[in-house]
C-alpha cells in the first residue's frame, strides 16, 4: 500500500493548476443516464472516484470511454440495458446514489443500493427518496437496495428539503428535467456543483431556473439531447493548496482558481493574514513573515465556509497564534484527522462537533493515518509545516479526490514523495 512523504519545509513558489471539480464530475456523469445522445464532458479530473462512477454507468449499460489521458469523457446510453445499481459499487461511494434520479426518469424504474455508512458519519438517503417520492415514485427498501418504480412516468411537484443536501438537490434536479409538468424544488443546495449541473441539463435541452438560489424550478421536457460540457474547476482542491503557500510561506498562483467559488474560505484567510488576490491565470496566495492569526471557522452549505475544507483548515491553525474554534455542522463525525494532528504535537480539544486548537510554534513529523479524504491531505498540509518528516498512510483515500499531489506540491518546491511497498 502507498504512503506519502512529506519532509518540513520552507517557502512554497511557483504555479499549481487546479483540476475539473470530483463533485461535479461525479454529478454530471449520471446525467448521461437522461438521454440516448452523446454527453461528452471536458476539464475532467483523474480520480479513483472517477473510475468508480465509470464502471457503475458501464454497469447500468451506459458507454464511458476515456480520451486525453482521463481528461475527456465521451458517455452515450442508448438504453439503459440494467436497471440495478449493485452493492458491490454502490458501498465503494456514496456518490453512486446520483444515479437513481436518472434512472427512475428515463426508465420509470430503477434499483439502487443502499450505501450504507462511511468514515464521516451516518449519511442517509432519506432527502433522496423524499424527492423522488414528491415526483410520484414509489419506494420500497427491501434486501439493502432501494426499489423505485414510477410506471407511468415522473410527474412534477414541490420538493421541500427539511435540511439542505447537496446529493438531493442533484438528484432531484435531474430527475425532475424528464418529469411532466413543473417542479418546484425548495430549500435547494446553491453549490457551484449545481450551478454546474444545470448549466450542463440545460445544453441538453432541460428547462431550468434559478439554480445557485434555494429555489429551482424545473419544467419538465419529453426528452433530452446530447451536450458537450467543461466541468468546473474543484473548489475544494483549489482551497487545500492555497492553504499550501499559507502553511508553509512564500507565494502560489493557483491556476483556474476563482474567488466566487471560494468567497467564505478567503475571508477567514484574510483574518488569518493571508493574502489572496486575482490575477489573469486564477487566484495567488502569499504569506509574509510571522505567524498567522487565530480564526473561528463554522461549516455551513454553500455560500459558507466548505465542511470539504475543514481538515485543511485546521492543518493550518495547529500552528496559528492563539485559540481558533472550528464547528462542524454538516457531518457528525468530521474530525478523525484531530487525533492525528495530535500525534503531531498539535493542541486539539474535540466536544461534540466542536474543536478548540490552540496553536502551537511548530508541529513535528510523525507516522499518521489517513481516515478519509480530506483528512489525508490535512495530513499532508501539517507534514509541511512540521520539523522532521511525516509519513501518511493509507493514501488510497487521497486518489479518491486529489489528482497528482505529489507531483503538484513538488512542482512549487514541496518535499514530498510517494513510497509503495
Ligand atoms: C456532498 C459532497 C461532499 C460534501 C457534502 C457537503 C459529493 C459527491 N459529495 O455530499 O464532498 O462534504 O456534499 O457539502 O458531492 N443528509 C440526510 N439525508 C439525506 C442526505 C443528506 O440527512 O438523504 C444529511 C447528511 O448526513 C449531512 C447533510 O445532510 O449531514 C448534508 O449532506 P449532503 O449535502 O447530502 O452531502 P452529500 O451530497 O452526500
Known amino acids: ?26 454529478t454530471l456523469m449520471p446525467a ?24 457503475l454507468l458501464q454497469s447500468l449499460g451506459a458507454e464511458v470511454t476515456s480520451m486525453q489521458r482521463g481528461k475527456v469523457l465521451a458517455m452515450s446510453s442508448h438504453s439503459v440495458s440494467n436497471l440495478t445499481a449493485d452493492y458491490d459499487i ?34 442517509p438517503v432519506d432527502l433522496h427518496l423524499r424527492a423522488m417520492e414528491a415526483l410520484g415514485a414509489e419506494m420500497d427498501l427491501r434486501d439493502g437496495y432501494v426499489h423505485a418504480k414510477a410506471p407511468g412516468g415522473l410527474k412534477g411537484g414541490v420538493v421541500e428539503f427539511p435540511l439542505v443536501s447537496v446529493g438531493a438537490t442533484e438528484n432531484a434536479l435531474m430527475a425532475a428535467t424528464l418529469a411532466k409538468g413543473t417542479t418546484v424544488i425548495k430549500n435547494a443546495a446553491r453549490e457551484p456543483e449545481i450551478v454546474d449541473l444545470a448549466i450542463c441539463l440545460r445544453r441538453m435541452g432541460a428547462q431550468i431556473e434559478g439554480e445557485g438560489t434555494s429555489t429551482i424550478t424545473v419544467q419538465g421536457v419529453d426528452r433530452l439531447g446530447g451536450a458537450t460540457h467543461p466541468v468546473v474547476v474543484d473548489r475544494i482542491e483549489l482551497g487545500t493548496y492555497m492553504l499550501a503557500p499559507a502553511i508553509c510561506g512564500g507565494e502560489v498562483e493557483l491556476l483556474g482558481g476563482r474567488m466566487d467559488l471560494v468567497g467564505a ?22 504569506r509574509k513573515n510571522g505567524r498567522v492569526h487565530a480564526v473561528d471557522v463554522t461549516t455551513e452549505p454553500f455560500p459558507g465556509f466548505p465542511t470539504d475544507l475543514q481538515a485543511q483548515m485546521m ?37 461534540g462537533g466542536t474543536a478548540k486548537v490552540t496553536g502551537v510554534e511548530r ?4 507516522p499518521v493515518m489517513a481516515t478519509d479524504l480530506r483528512a489525508s491531505v490535512s495530513l499532508i498540509l501539517a507534514g509541511l509545516a512540521a ?35
Do not use: W
Open 32 to 55: 448521461t443516464l437522461l438521454s440516448e445522445e452523446p454527453l461528452t464532458l471536458t476539464n475532467a479530473p483523474r480520480l479513483s472516484d472517477i473510475a468508480t462512477m465509470t464502471q
Open 1 to 26: 500500500m502507498d504512503r506519502i512523504v512529506v519532509r518540513g519545509n520552507g517557502p512554497l513558489n511557483g504555479q499549481i493548476p487546479i483540476a475539473g471539480a470530483k463533485n461535479a464530475c461525479l
Open 363 to 366: 508541529l513535528r513529523g510523525a
Open 315 to 351: 492543518a493550518l491553525l495547529c500552528t496559528a497564534e492563539g485559540t481558533s474554534v472550528l464547528e462542524e455542522k454538516i457531518f457528525e463525525n468530521r474530525f478523525m484527522h484531530a487525533p492525528e494532528l495530535q500525534r503531531m504535537g498539535a493542541r486539539i480539544e474535540v466536544h
Open 265 to 286: 474560505f478567503c475571508e477567514k484567510l484574510d483574518a488569518a493574514a493571508i493574502s489572496v488576490s486575482e490575477t489573469d491565470s486564477g487566484l495567488k496566495v502569499a
Open 90 to 123: 454502490v458501498r465503494k461511494m456514496r456518490a453512486s446514489i446520483l444515479v437513481l434520479g436518472p434512472m427512475l426518469a428515463r426508465e420509470g424504474h430503477a434499483v439502487v443500493s443502499l450505501p450504507g455508512g462511511c468514515a464521516i458519519g451516518a449519511r
Open 387 to 421: 520539523e522532521g518528516e511525516t509519513v501518511v498512510n493509507r493514501v488510497y483515500h487521497l486518489d479518491r479526490g486529489y489528482e497528482k499531489v505529489e507531483q503538484k506540491l513538488s512542482a512549487v518546491g514541496a518535499h514530498i514523495e510517494r513510497v509503495s511497498d
